[in-house]
């Protein structure tokens, strides 16, 4: 029973500092550009040396494609479970919305970190997050085609992108607006954007 205690606990200390890499380099991403940031700089944040990160990680490209294909990975799991626990479809689209608000206010670094690094990327993982992002994208679309089914899907996408845009604007614009306000008016101009 020990020696089945131990690789577990080995295991769960090892995905804790992988997921304190990642915070910390999405922050430090956001903060100096991938270019500005060295493997001692992302090891040395977690209180590791810069070896260490090869542990977790084959390298600095390998960081930034984790973070961000995990981060579009999560925005399409999480967007399919909001629109199949949701009652309708009017329900569903609001709850799409809360979802993004709530990550466009929890990861804003991640949001810098996209704009600015995706290039960064090798092309098989920049392939990889922009095909996570247009089924994302497609989530939404999909929805709207249900609530506006004579709309023509060109103008839901735009509709849904704009969204987006409007809501990942956001580590650049709520900085003196309270939480709780910034995220009512998030909610209330997109679902304005989106025509529902």
């Known amino acids: 029973m020990t020696l089945d205690a131990a690789p577990t606990a080995r295991g769960r200390a090892k995905a ?3 997921a304190a890499l990642l915070s910390s380099a999405a922050h430090l991403f956001a903060a100096r550009g991938f270019d500005g940031v060295s493997i001692e700089d992302l090891g040395s944040s977690v209180g590791i040396s810069g070896p260490a990160v090869y542990r977790h990680f084959a390298g600095k490209q ?3 494609a984790a973070l ?8 399409l799991v999480g967007g399919r479970a909001v629109v199949a626990a949701a009652d309708d ?6 709850a799409l919305v809360r979802f993004h608000v709530d990550f466009a206010l ?4 991640v949001i810098r970190v996209q704009d600015r690094d995706l290039a960064a990327l090798t092309a098989h993982d920049r392939e990889s997050v922009r095909d996570l992002q247009r089924r994302y994208v497609d989530l ?3 929805v709207l085609g249900r609530l506006s089914p004579s709309t023509e899907r060109a103008e839901r996408r735009l509709r849904a992108q704009a969204t987006f845009g409007l809501l990942n604007s956001t580590p ?3 900085r003196s607006v309270t939480l709780t306000r910034t995220r009512t008016l998030l909610a209330q ?3 304005a954007a989106l025509g529902h």
């Open 172 to 174: 650049h614009s709520a």
């Open 106 to 109: 929890r990861d804003p670094d």
């Open 189 to 191: 101009m997109a679902l």
């Open 68 to 75: 961000l294909v995990g981060v579009s990975e999560g925005l």
């Open 16 to 18: 804790e500092r992988r």
């Open 140 to 142: 939404w679309v999909d």
């Open 89 to 94: 479809d009017p329900a569903a689209l609001r």
């Open 62 to 64: 390998a960081v930034l």
